[in-house]
């Protein structure tokens, strides 16, 4: 609350962005082979037995690593790949990165290195050391770094909307994401591997050791006390992991064409949405003989006040579909405040809707508890499918740095709406309007007159958070 208080107190507006903006990109294809990972305990084993196998080289990005059963059992073997030789280069985006010497420890392995993006001077104060670094430097950290990539010798990638911790992989006895991660091989690499390299050799990155002291030199203390702390009480997760990586086989690739999309490092100066408008440029084609479209996405948020990509798919008669969070499954305390008014725009524009259910029972996950949506994918005309980091709000727009790829295969379109849309009912509510236009989520049998598990208890916070106007800051 203070965090976002502050960022409302000196609001960013959205940018003037030219007609012509971006105009003149010119997008590149690819070879590519894709391989849909089926499940989020599938996503965690391959990587496990990706770096395992490496040889050369491991190169990863993420937006946040968290200290749980997951986190540290995925650094405990890329550490244990830097022992035998394996070079590992990691970058992370600073915002969740405090005084994390558990991090930084490993880090110290001449064959590992770990660099976090636009870093905080902040480390040992907590949120409110990070709120003074904000208010000082407001206009340069507030760009952050949401990729996601995983790239093992150059041979095998991983992209999609995971990041690392247990939430993400179904292995939380709390709350765990649905998600989708995608495997390449191909030519296509490369192509993410200069964007790394590019990424790895800017001004934007900092040496964790240039801001984290360990408790000792070349010793690992705080991570293995918090190695040690996690496998003991979570060895029920550790033996379900083991037989996940048992489990795995021999993956069927489809042999597909593949447009990579990256941002501009020119965004943390200008804060103008490259990776969209990009990415607009490459379906403008496609588009215009398309006769449906499905977005999904974790976050729906208007660019002030509108929907104008919505609104450009429904003037040309194209069938929407929005696949999205309920308000009550959304992870994030601000969003459903603007949603809840959304939702009612959209159906007007006739917009289908599903929302994720903050109950639903997926078999992905290894622990039933609450359930969040964070899948961010567009189908368009169930031939071409947009995989990668971005959501489908205005903080990926102008202020993240993002990438994705574009995916051209009837048969890869079809398995990734089967992945999101074949459990309707025991995922999703449909959001629609009766005869006399009220709306009703409805599962199955199970009919709902009002946002289902969210109510009276959330008017007046949704009420003040609309008052902070922070829609660009989500």
Known sequence: MVVVSLAAGCATSFPEVESDFEQNWQPSEYQAEVYLIPSASEALARRIDMIRSAKVSIDMTYFSW????????????????????????????????????????????????????????????????????????????????????????????????????????????????????????GEVIEAFAHNYDQLWGSEHLVAIADLIQPVKPEQTIEFEKAKHKEFMQRQDVIEAVDASIEALREVETLSVVVTPVFDSAKKINDSKPYFRARAEQLVQAPLEKAKTVTISTPYVIAHNGEFTFIDQLIENNIDVTLVTNSSSSNDSAFIPAYYEQYREQLLDKGVNIYEYKDNAVNEDNFYQGDTYYHNKTVIIDD??????????????????????????????????????????????WQ????????????????????????????????????????????
């Open 66 to 185: 968290d200290k749980d059963i997951v986190g540290l059992m995925l650094l405990e073997e890329v550490k244990i790949a830097a022992e035998r030789g394996v070079k590992v280069r990691l970058v992370l985006d600073d915002l969740l990165v405090f005084d994390e010497k558990w991090l930084a420890e490993v880090s110290q392995n001449p064959n590992m290195e770990v660099r976090l993006f636009n870093p905080f001077d902040s480390r040992k104060a907590g949120w409110l050391g990070r709120v003074g670094d904000f208010a000082s430097h407001k206009q340069t950290l507030d760009h952050r770094l949401h990729e996601k990539y995983f790239n093992v010798d150059h041979e095998h990638m991983i992209l999609g909307g995971r990041n690392i911790g247990a939430a993400y992989f179904g292995y939380s006895d709390a709350a765990n994401f649905f998600d989708t991660d995608v495997l390449f091989q």
């Open 383 to 428: 031939k071409l499918t947009y995989i990668g980091s971005s959501n489908f709000d205005p903080r990926s727009d102008y202020l993240n740095m993002e990438f994705g790829v574009f995916i051209q295969s009837k048969t890869f379109a079809k398995q990734v709406k089967r992945h999101l849309l074949q459990k309707k009912d025991e995922l999703y």
């Open 431 to 474: 959001v629609s309007r009766d005869p006399e236009g009220k709306t009703l989520w409805v599962s199955g049998e199970q009919v709902e007159t009002s946002s289902p598990n969210y109510g009276a208890v959330h008017k007046v916070p949704d009420w003040l958070f609309r008052k902070l106007n922070v829609e660009l800051e989500l």
